[in-house]
């Protein structure tokens, strides 16, 4: 069974350039995550999907950063303009769904670098 | 609001030794407790989890935690260390049912040859 997969595993930009992230779910898989992980620190929720809803966008900064799940398969992070503290990892992981506490399959994430 | 306090950011063992990471949780409710494994450019991976019942938990590569509800702690134990256990180790507090997962900032694992 394939894994989450994460693209581009590796972005380096410059600072107000656009920069957009791409994941797809374990099949099967109804719910999608987008984390955020700073250097030394364990990940924080950016966004949570279920199917194709977003049920909790909460943590999400809405003036630069967007997210969508069309078709409740893969889903797109987008940052616009990017900022130098953006430089992160982003992880997306999903789980089959219906329970917020079930297990959630972790991709490689895609580091992200603002210059 | 649930919260994880991981002690020590930094923990080297030698090979062979007992590798002890150390999870305090604060939660309001009967918590689900997760700890997962990060190695270098990889994602998290599962180690276990303790949702109900037995609070003594094993997971994957001979790791296991126990729950402690008096001392609100769940802390990660191997009895005897190998070299590719070396890896970043994160634990995670979910409150029930209604709540995401909050993580811990982790801990860094080093095995000594």
């Known amino acids: 069974e394939a894994g989450v997969v994460q693209s581009p595993r590796y972005k380096i930009i410059e600072k107000k350039q656009p920069v957009a992230f791409w994941c797809n779910p374990i099949s099967g898989h109804n719910t999608l995550y987008w984390y955020l992980q700073n250097l030394g620190q364990g990940p924080e929720l950016l966004i949570r999907?279920?199917?194709?809803?977003?049920?909790?966008d909460s943590q999400l900064p809405k003036d630069r950063f967007s997210a969508e799940r069309l078709k409740g398969v893969d889903s797109t992070l987008k940052i616009q303009p990017a900022e130098l503290g953006d430089s992160a990892v982003y992880l997306c992981a999903s789980s089959p769904g219906g329970k917020k506490s079930d297990t959630q399959y972790f991709g490689p994430g895609t580091r992200l670098t603002v210059l | 609001a649930q919260s994880v306090t991981q002690l020590g950011s930094h923990v080297s063992v030698s090979e062979g030794a007992l590798v002890l990471l150390r999870c305090n949780y604060s939660?309001?409710?009967?918590?689900?407790l997760f700890w997962y494994v990060q190695y270098p450019n990889q994602g998290l991976q599962l180690l276990l989890k303790?949702?109900?019942?037995?609070?003594l938990v094993k997971g994957i590569n001979g790791f296991e935690a126990e729950f402690k509800k008096s001392e609100t702690s769940f802390h990660l134990t191997k009895p005897s260390a190998h070299m590719s256990d070396a890896a970043e180790y994160f634990c995670a507090v979910s409150e029930s049912l209604d709540n995401d997962m909050r993580f811990g900032a982790g801990t860094r694992l080093t095995v000594k040859p």
């Open positions: 999907y279920e199917n194709e809803e977003a049920v909790d």
């Open positions: 939660s309001s409710v009967p918590p689900y």
């Open positions: 303790y949702t109900t019942g037995a609070t």
